[in-house]
């Protein structure tokens, strides 16, 4: 059923919901990437959004420190309600109507006893470009590759119920930075040494040759930096590996945010503050501020003694990006995997079959004995003559 986005106007008692019924049928039409329009599976009407709809226009940026102050505008809040699985935590907008479902994230049963909760509001969002078939296509190509993966499993998902499309809630954020830096620039340069050698008969001789040594001189200097969309997962509901995994995304096909885009598809709500998000971001930050300074130093080596980094104009985004998931009950365990609702890049657990790696083990066990028999009956003067000897023909 499409997912609509529960919103409060000012100081109002009620929230409004968004919902897109077909004119012709009254069924819940969902929004189609492809086509840029509202799409009824029903009776195939279709609604364009409107001339007022330019894609890819950029997102305005969002003041840092205003918003840790709690003084944005109105504008950019509202009150969405969601409802949090037990199990991983994921907090995950569900339509009014549905009482019951599965987490799309680890499938474990959720009672949508939906609560509210009042938050920054996505400035944009990338719309899906793969349907749920190519997806599915992208995740059992992925299953198959996995050589010791269970295949009962494999197939499970292969026939299993459709993936689920789902925004998940990501921080963007810029920065202009400057940074001054100490430390020392090492100059490889070589000298002659006599030095003591064992040949391969074990006899002990001098020789000379060059050896290396390093000459270090004090540096110190500045570098600065622009960080445009340091990009930074808002949710802990997958292991950070898998959606690290996903990338890249293509940025650039940013679109501002409508209720629209959503029909059909399922949000998550962020669950990582805006806070925790930006030493998430400093951490990026200044792994490419000491790349840029061992750059600066220069020289062959580098050691850096201290960064005093000044960051300031700080902005920042809150963005939907598209991803598919699938979470499968397999033999009494979950199973989650999610594909990359741009590219089809996939990931998710590693699966283990203990008979398949028994079998690969007794093969190659077997392989080794036939090598070292083979290498024994060489060894043993045997001689194998071709098969017309045996017949008599030699």
Wanted: proline residues 6%.
């Amino acid at each position: 059923m499409p997912r609509t986005r529960g919103r409060k106007d000012d100081g109002g008692d009620k929230s409004e919901e968004h919902r897109f019924p077909c004119p012709q049928c009254g069924a819940d039409m969902r929004f189609s990437p492809a086509e840029a329009q509202l799409v009824c599976d029903h009776c195939g009407h279709t609604e364009p959004l409107g001339a007022d709809r330019v894609r890819h226009q950029p997102i305005p940026e969002l003041d840092f420190r205003r918003a840790l102050e709690q003084r944005l505008p109105e504008a950019e809040i509202e009150t969405a309600r969601f409802s949090r699985c037990p199990n991983c935590g994921a907090e995950v907008e569900f339509d009014p109507a549905v009482h019951s479902t599965e987490c799309p994230f680890c499938a474990t049963p959720v009672v949508t006893d939906t609560g509210e909760m009042r938050h920054i509001k996505p400035a944009g969002l990338a719309p899906f470009l793969l349907t749920e078939r190519q997806a599915r296509e992208a995740m059992t190509g992925w299953l198959g590759s996995l050589w010791f993966a269970p295949s009962g499993l494999t197939d499970y998902a292969r026939k299993g119920r459709a993936m689920t499309g789902i925004y998940v809630p990501f921080w963007t954020y810029d920065a202009d930075t400057q940074s001054s830096y100490t430390g020392q620039r090492g100059t490889v340069y070589y000298v002659t040494e006599q030095v003591q050698v064992r040949d391969a008969n074990g006899h002990i001789r001098s020789e000379l040759r060059q050896v290396p040594r390093i000459r270090w001189t004090p540096v110190s200097g500045r570098v600065a930096r622009f960080f445009d969309d340091v990009l930074v997962l808002a949710s802990r509901s997958l292991p950070k590996s898998h959606t690290d995994a996903l990338q890249p995304w293509d940025l650039s096909r940013l679109d501002p945010y409508r209720p629209e885009y959503l029909a059909g598809f399922r949000a998550e709500g962020y669950t990582i503050g805006l806070a925790d998000g930006m030493r998430d971001a400093r951490a990026q930050m200044d792994a490419m501020i000491e790349r840029d300074v061992r750059f600066d130093i220069g020289g062959d080596q580098q050691q850096i003694q201290h960064i005093d980094t000044r960051i300031g104009d700080v902005t920042f985004k809150h963005i939907l990006l598209p991803v598919w998931t699938a979470a499968y009950r397999f033999r009494g365990r979950s199973y989650r995997f999610v594909v990359n609702g741009q590219t089809g890049k996939v990931q998710g657990e590693r699966l283990w079959s203990a008979v398949k790696i028994a079998f690969a083990v007794l093969l190659a066990a077997l392989v080794v004995a036939a090598a070292v028999w083979f290498g024994q009956q060489q060894s043993n003067g045997d001689v194998v003559l071709p098969w017309d000897t045996w017949q008599g023909n030699g």
